[in-house]
């Protein structure tokens, strides 16, 4: 039945970029055979040179068996050397620049404090600073003040973001385990949802030549990426 195939939504003809239909055909009392086809060729078959049915058991046995590999892959990598070689260096980092501006603003807070306290010390013509050269110096040190703030501030979001990444990531993790243990045997309905969550997009050519991009934040547990790109595209043919 159409609800049984696995591939709506997500399938994209490598020939046009158009999204791929899901159609049926087949009589009364016959099995319906279900078919991918592209659109655009159905309303312009001399526009796109991609074939023109696809049947649904095929493509999504062959995908199926592209993410039974990157379970298999993933058994391979854990969860701490991904975090540790992607976000500990940039946590370490954020945690450096917090501290660094942290610093800063002590220093530039300080630096307004001693100018205000020679303001009053003019006010009480007890001052040996001459009173407008005292005025440009306090402003041009408060505004040095509020941009190390800022700074600092995005600075501690930054950080904050890490810390998110780092829990987010754990709790990927916790999920494709517990997906590559049921992904055989689940229901259809089951297999789409998991799919959805690994899969950006799958682009589908003749004899059924296939380009599936994994979403990065996914695939990164799987050996299929180093760096921080997405999507992350795995060619099957």
């Known amino acids: 039945t159409k609800g049984e195939a696995l591939l709506t939504g997500m399938l ?3 020939h046009c970029g158009t999204r791929m239909i899901l159609s049926s055909s087949g009589g009364r009392g016959r099995e319906p055979r279900l078919r991918y086809q592209c659109h655009h060729r159905i309303r312009h078959p001399d526009e796109c040179g ?8 095929i493509l999504d046995s062959l995908v199926e068996k592209a993410v039974m590999t990157l379970f298999e892959n993933m058994k391979q990598v854990s969860a701490s050397k991904v975090i540790n070689d992607r976000y500990a260096r940039e946590t370490k980092q954020a945690k450096a620049k917090v501290e660094k501006l942290t610093t800063q603003v ?7 404090e001693t100018y205000k306290a020679e303001v009053g010390k003019c006010l009480r013509g007890t001052s040996k600073w001459n009173a407008d ?3 440009e110096l306090l402003d041009e040190a408060q505004v040095k003040l509020a941009e190390h703030q800022n700074q600092l501030a995005e600075a501690q979001t930054a950080l904050e973001n890490c810390t998110a ?3 987010q990531i754990k709790l990927q993790h916790k999920e494709l385990v517990s997906w590559s243990k ?9 297999k789409k949802m998991i799919l959805s969550k690994l899969i950006e997009r799958i682009e589908v050519g003749r004899d059924y030549e296939l380009n599936i991009c994994f979403r990065i934040s996914y695939a990164q547990f799987c050996g299929v990426v180093e760096e921080d790109i997405s999507p992350v595209e795995t060619a099957v043919s």
């Open 182 to 190: 049921i992904f055989a045997q689940c229901s259809p309905g089951a």
């Open 165 to 167: 990444r780092m829990a």
């Open 133 to 135: 050269l005292l005025r």
């Open 106 to 112: 002590a220093e530039a807070q300080s630096e307004v």
């Open 12 to 14: 994209y003809c490598a």
């Open 50 to 57: 991609n074939q023109a049915t696809f049947t649904v058991h």
